[in-house]
């Protein structure tokens, strides 16, 4: 870089710098937030869960529950749970049954799942919720949406609670304070790689 260059550059951050304090001068507000990770690309549970190592970094309590249909615990799951005395964790898997197309079978474990999720919710010592793959359960009306909204509504002030799946209703985009869209630009699925322990699960 010449010198002109860099006259030009620490002009340029000086800008930067002014808009990004006056930003930061605005943004005084303490309270918990709904984030909301959806769209058809790879990255939506794993950010969930990279947040919710951050929060366990900063000595928070965690609640995870997973609105999943597999029982295959994934590595941050089992990672998690063995290492985390403040982390609570439940998954639906036991008893859901999407390979049998049984909807009303579904749609009770959905909601005794919904149970464990309320109760976090409603547990103002516990700092992060996560609630991954829960957009399903209203694609495949298992849940009902607007007693979910509800719930996120009348949570602990300071609790945030981070969302995640395909597919997100309106209803819950409108909701959310923060939503990301993550696009699946490509995965290497499509070009025939295999699924594997430590990336896929
Ligand atoms: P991850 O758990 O890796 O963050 P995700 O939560 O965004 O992914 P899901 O729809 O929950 O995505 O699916 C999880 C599994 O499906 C992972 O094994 C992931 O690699 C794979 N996957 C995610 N997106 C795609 C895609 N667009 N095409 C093929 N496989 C995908
Ligand atoms: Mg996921």
Known sequence: MNYVDKHKHNVTMQRKK??????IAHAQQERGVLILITGDGKGKTTSAFG???????????????????????TGEV???????????????????TWDTQDWEKDKSAAEETWIQAKRMLSDPEI???????LTYMFTYEYLDITDVIQAIHQRAAR?????????????????????????AVKHAFQDGVKAQAGVDF
């Open 18 to 23: 002014l808009m990004v304090d006056d930003q």
């Open 78 to 96: 089992i990672y998690l749970a063995q290492q985390h005395p403040q982390l609570s964790y439940h998954a639906m898997s036991t008893g859901f």
């Open 159 to 183: 609790q945030n609670v981070i969302i995640t799946g395909r597919g997100a209703k309106p209803e819950l985009i409108a909701v959310a304070d923060t939503v990301s869209e993550i696009a």
């Open 51 to 73: 947040t919710a190592f951050r929060a366990l970094g900063h000595g928070m309590r965690v609640g995870i529950i997973q609105f999943i249909k597999g029982t295959q615990a």
């Open 127 to 133: 700092q992060l919720v996560v609630l991954d793959e």
